[in-house]
């Protein structure tokens, strides 16, 4: 419908149900929060990590993995410190998981290429949030192979493949 000057184009109805959009922004972690305490819970979550032991974890990274590859809707307002807090997270434990995924038979020219985005690490989320986000997207999945790599039962692989030693 154009619009034509000195016309007023008629107001829809306000929906009774959110949309879809409407709640996956509700939901999304990169979404900024509505109430203070959410901001409390995400820094107890940054100290808890600080205290995280050396164990692998494969429980909480693979929760900061999920965080990181969420489906963000179109048009959202990511919030820069979810967005620094999920790239501190994810960073440290790809530094954690390289080392065992190397000893593993990680191939020289993927374990440099993580090792520079690791080095470098993300871009600034305050003055680049689509950046850091992708980012964070694509570290996530490097993440999800490094994690792949260090939780392998090389023996039971290789007894599933028929694999005779």
Same mark, same amino acid.
């Given at each position: 419908?154009?619009?034509?000057?000195?016309?007023?184009?008629?107001?829809?109805?306000?929906?009774e149900?959110?949309?879809?959009?409407?709640?996956?922004?509700?939901?999304?972690?990169?979404?900024?929060?509505?109430?203070?305490?959410?901001?409390?819970?995400?820094?107890?979550?940054?100290?808890?990590?600080?205290?995280?032991?050396?164990?692998?974890?494969? %429980?909480?990274? /693979? $929760? +900061?993995?999920?965080?990181?590859?969420?489906? *963000?809707?179109? #048009?959202?307002?990511? &919030?820069? !410190?979810?967005?620094?807090?999920?790239?501190?997270?994810?960073?440290?434990?790809?530094?954690?998981?390289?080392?065992?995924?190397?000893?593993? %038979?990680?191939? /020289? $020219? +993927?374990?440099?290429?993580?090792?520079?985005? *690791?080095?470098? #690490?993300?871009?600034? &989320?305050h !003055?680049?949030?689509?950046?850091?986000?992708?980012?964070?997207?694509?570290?996530?999945?490097?993440?999800?192979?490094?994690?792949?790599?260090?939780?392998?039962?090389? $023996?039971?692989?290789?007894?599933?493949?028929?694999? *005779?030693?």
């Amino acid at each position: 419908m154009p619009n034509l000057p000195d016309t007023t184009m008629p107001s829809l109805p306000p929906l009774e149900r959110p949309t879809l959009a409407q709640r996956l922004k509700a939901q999304h972690p990169l979404v900024p929060p509505g109430q203070p305490d959410d901001d409390r819970a995400a820094a107890h979550a940054d100290e808890a990590l600080a205290a995280v032991p050396a164990p692998l974890d494969v %429980g909480t990274i /693979r $929760a +900061t993995i999920n965080q990181a590859l969420a489906p *963000v809707p179109p #048009g959202t307002h990511l &919030a820069p !410190d979810a967005l620094a807090s999920i790239a501190r997270r994810l960073n440290w434990h790809m530094t954690f998981l390289l080392p065992i995924a190397e000893a593993k %038979g990680l191939d /020289r $020219a +993927t374990r440099a290429y993580l090792r520079r985005r *690791v080095e470098h #690490g993300p871009p600034s &989320a305050h !003055d680049y949030p689509a950046c850091t986000q992708t980012w964070l997207q694509d570290n996530a999945r490097s993440c999800q192979m490094l994690l792949g790599l260090a939780i392998a039962d090389e $023996a039971a692989e290789h007894q599933h493949a028929g694999v *005779v030693r």
